[in-house]
C-alpha cells in the first residue's frame, strides 16, 4: 500500500512536471508556418493557458491549454474539444453540443480561411466554456465564455454582404444632327423595356448627349430632343411616364474626348439607367 501511494505521488508530480514544462514553452514559442488560423488559435491558448495558470493555478487546464497551443503553432488544425471529455452537468450539455455542430459547421465552411481571428476566438471560448461549465461554480466566466463565443459565432455565421452592383448603362446612338430612333436605337429600347420588366424596377433616367460639331447651344437643345424621343421610345414600349426622369448635358460630357467641331458618333448618345 505504501507503494502504491509512493508512485502515486510520483505519477502526480510526473504530470505536473509535464504540464509546466508545456505551460513554459507555450509562453515563449511562436508559430512555425502553419496558416492565419493556426496562428490565431495559437495566441488564443497561450492566453488561456497562462490565465489558468498566472491567475486560477489550474494546472491541470493551464497544461491543457498549453498543448493545444504547442500543436497549433506547429501548424495543426486543433478540433474544438468534444464534451465528452469533461464531466458537464447534464443540463448544458444540449446546449453545448448543439453550439459545438453549428461551431464546426462554421469553421468546416470556410471560417478558418475567411476569418481566422474571429474564428480562433469563437473556439478558445468554446474550449474556455467547456472548462469552466465543467468546473461548475464561477457563473461569472461560464456567462463570460459562453457570451463571447455565440458573439464570436454569429459573426462567422453571417451572410456576406454583397458589394452594391453598378447600375447597367444602355447606350442608344444617333446619327449626326438627329435625334430620330432608328433601328439599332431601338433594339437598345427593347432590351431596357425588357430588363425593366423582369427586374420590377420602378424608374429609369435617360440622359442626351450631342458630339462636339455645332454650337454649345444648338447642341444643348439637340441633347434635349434625343432624351425626349427615347422617353417617348419607352412610354410606347409600355414604362409608365412618372417612372421616366430626362435630362441633357449637350456636348459638355463627351464619351470621347475631342477637339472643338470634331464629329464623333459614340458622343452622339442617350444614356439609360434603370434604377
Not at 494546472?59 to 491549454?65: I, L
Not at 453545448?96 to 478558445?124: C, E, H, M, W
Request: with cysteine; glycine share 6%.
Amino acid at each position: 500500500m505504501k507503494l502504491l501511494k509512493i508512485l502515486g505521488v510520483v505519477g502526480a508530480l510526473g504530470v505536473l512536471a509535464a504540464c509546466t514544462s508545456d505551460l513554459q514553452r507555450i509562453r515563449t514559442t511562436e508559430p512555425s508556418g502553419g496558416t492565419p488560423f493556426t496562428q490565431a488559435m495559437t495566441k488564443e491558448y497561450r492566453d488561456l493557458a497562462v490565465f489558468e495558470a498566472d491567475e486560477m493555478r489550474d494546472w491541470r487546464d493551464a497544461g491543457y491549454y498549453a498543448r493545444r497551443g504547442l500543436q497549433s503553432a506547429a501548424g495543426e488544425v486543433v478540433l474544438p474539444e468534444d464534451p465528452v471529455n469533461r464531466d458537464l452537468p447534464e443540463e448544458a450539455l444540449s446546449e453545448i453540443s448543439d453550439v459545438r455542430t453549428r461551431l464546426l459547421a462554421a469553421l468546416d465552411g470556410g471560417a478558418r480561411d475567411s476569418k481566422p481571428d474571429i474564428a480562433a476566438r469563437a473556439q478558445s471560448r468554446f474550449d474556455c466554456w467547456l472548462e469552466q461549465q465543467e468546473e461548475n461554480f464561477q457563473e461569472d466566466h461560464i456567462s463570460a465564455c459562453r457570451d463571447e463565443l455565440l458573439a464570436a459565432l454569429a459573426e462567422l455565421e453571417a451572410a456576406p454582404v454583397a458589394p452594391p452592383v453598378a447600375p447597367a448603362v444602355y447606350l442608344v446612338l444617333f446619327d449626326f444632327d438627329r435625334f430620330n430612333i432608328n433601328d439599332a436605337a431601338q433594339a437598345v429600347i427593347n432590351q431596357v423595356i425588357a430588363d425593366y420588366n423582369a427586374n420590377q424596377s420602378t424608374a429609369i433616367s435617360v440622359t442626351g448627349h450631342t458630339d462636339r460639331a455645332g454650337s454649345a447651344a444648338y447642341n444643348e437643345r439637340l441633347s434635349e430632343r434625343r432624351a425626349d424621343a427615347v422617353r417617348e421610345a419607352l412610354i410606347a414600349g409600355g414604362i409608365p411616364a412618372e417612372a421616366i426622369t430626362t435630362a441633357w448635358r449637350g456636348e459638355a460630357e463627351n464619351a470621347v474626348p475631342t477637339e472643338d467641331g470634331v464629329r464623333e458618333q459614340a458622343n452622339r448618345r442617350a444614356e439609360i439607367i434603370i434604377q
